[in-house]
């Protein structure tokens, strides 16, 4: 079993900054294979940031030069540093962690929310 802990959300104004982490738990694995999501209200789940198995970052278009992902394998533990940010950007954030190398994600956190103001 798999324990996903995120923290860091909160409320900021546009053009505000806020840093997510996650912490995982409960087997080893590389966190490579974790990423994030988000889900605004009244729309489906999106990619936001994640990394390859050669350990680049990938973004979603939408985050590109705002958002910076991170990782510590020695903590088990990603995050998630978003600069200027958009009230579009408002969603709850989640972790997410792939068991066995290139299959989908099938661990998820219990989410931490993000709320810009205009």
């Known amino acids: 079993q798999v324990q996903l802990v995120e923290s860091g959300g909160g409320l900021v104004q546009a053009g505000g900054s806020l840093k997510l982490s996650c912490a995982a738990s409960?087997?080893?694995?590389?966190?490579?294979?974790m990423g994030w999501f988000r889900q605004a209200p009244g729309k489906e789940r999106e990619f936001v940031a994640g990394?390859?198995?050669?350990?680049?970052?990938t973004y979603a278009d939408s985050v590109k030069g705002r958002f910076t992902a991170s990782r510590d394998n020695a903590k088990s533990t990603v995050f998630l540093q978003m600069n200027n940010l958009k009230p579009e950007d408002t969603g709850v954030y989640y972790c997410?962690?792939?068991?066995?190398?290139?299959?989908?994600?099938?661990?998820w956190g219990q989410g931490t929310q993000v709320t810009v103001s205009s």
């Open positions: 997410a962690v792939r068991t066995v190398d290139f299959a989908d994600y099938n661990y």
């Open positions: 409960g087997r080893t694995f590389s966190t490579r294979n």
């Open positions: 990394f390859t198995f050669s350990g680049l970052t």
